[in-house]
C-alpha cells in the first residue's frame, strides 16, 4: 500500500503562482511515477502533470510554460509549482502515483485562481 500526503493549494488571484507537493509513504518502489491530475466542476478529471522517478517531466498542453513538476525522489516527494495562474485552472488538484500498474490517489487540495 502507498500513502499520499498533501499539501499546498488555495485562493489566489489570475496572474499569481501556488507550489502543490505530495508525498508518497510505505510501499514505495524503486520505478514509479508520480503527478496531479486535476477536476473542475462539472469536468471530467484529467491529467496535469507527470514524472517518472527516472524523470521525463511531462505536462499538459494546457499548462506548459505556466506550471512545472519536480520530483525529489529521496523524499518520495513530487512538486508542481504553478504560475501565471488562470481562472480556468480552478479545480480539485490530485497527487496521483503510479506503481506496478496500480494508481493512488491523495485526497485532493482545491486551487481556486479568480479573476
Known amino acids: 500500500q502507498v500513502q499520499l500526503t498533501e499539501s499546498g493549494g488555495g485562493s489566489v488571484q489570475a496572474g499569481g503562482s501556488l507550489r502543490l507537493s505530495c508525498e508518497a509513504s510505505g510501499?514505495?518502489?524503486v520505478i514509479n511515477a508520480m503527478?496531479?491530475?486535476r477536476q473542475a466542476p462539472g469536468k471530467q478529471r484529467e491529467p496535469v502533470a507527470a514524472m517518472t522517478s527516472f524523470g521525463n517531466p511531462k505536462l499538459a498542453?494546457?499548462?506548459e510554460g505556466r506550471f512545472t513538476i519536480a520530483r525529489d525522489n529521496?523524499?518520495?516527494?513530487?512538486?508542481?509549482q504553478m504560475s501565471s495562474l488562470k481562472p480556468e485552472d480552478t479545480a480539485v488538484y490530485y497527487c496521483n502515483f503510479l506503481q506496478e500498474g496500480?494508481?493512488?490517489w491523495g485526497k485532493g487540495t482545491l486551487v481556486t485562481v479568480s479573476s
Open 74 to 80: 529521496a523524499k518520495n516527494t513530487v512538486y508542481l
Open 102 to 104: 496500480v494508481n493512488y
Open 35 to 37: 503527478g496531479y491530475y
Open 61 to 63: 498542453e494546457s499548462v
Open 27 to 29: 510501499n514505495i518502489r
